[in-house]
């Protein structure tokens, strides 16, 4: 049974840094792509970066590029997301979610992760960047 577990959200001040995890569970989280998404209140829920399968290609919406950075522990079978430069756009609750599939889907307008057709989504951890 695939099971996604997030962590490590919380409050933060403008201009700081946390750092995301995702434990999986009854799946092997190299073998396929896997994301991270953010939904904040009142809106759609967001691709916000994504590594695939295939090369470990990594990919990331504009409003997050060269702030944050989606690794994976392989021995861990967890995945990251770095967040620094944090601002209050980035206020959300983060999720991470797979499909079980090698590639990740891309919203070929902006670049960023598509967040519809995943099969496998964690619980979510709040982000909240406040002073």
């Known amino acids: 049974q695939v099971q996604l577990v997030e962590s490590g959200g919380g409050l933060v001040e403008p201009g700081g840094s946390l750092r995301l995890s995702c434990a999986g569970t009854?799946?092997?989280?190299?073998?396929?792509?896997i994301g991270w998404f953010r939904q904040a209140p009142g809106k759609e829920r967001e691709g916000v970066s994504c590594?695939?399968?295939?090369?470990?290609?990594?990919y990331y919406a504009d409003s997050v590029k060269g702030r944050f950075a989606i690794t994976r522990d392989h021995a861990k079978n967890t995945l990251y997301l770095q967040m620094n430069s944090l601002n209050s756009g980035d206020t959300a609750v983060y999720y991470c979610?797979?499909?079980?599939?090698?590639?990740?889907?891309?919203?070929?307008?902006?670049?960023?992760?598509?967040?519809?057709?995943?099969?496998?989504w964690g619980q979510g951890t709040q982000v909240t960047v406040s002073s």
């Open positions: 009854g799946f092997t989280m190299r073998s396929y792509a």
């Open positions: 979610a797979t499909d079980l599939g090698s590639g990740c889907k891309i919203l070929q307008a902006t670049g960023a992760p598509d967040p519809k057709g995943y099969d496998y």
């Open positions: 590594i695939s399968r295939r090369d470990g290609s990594t």
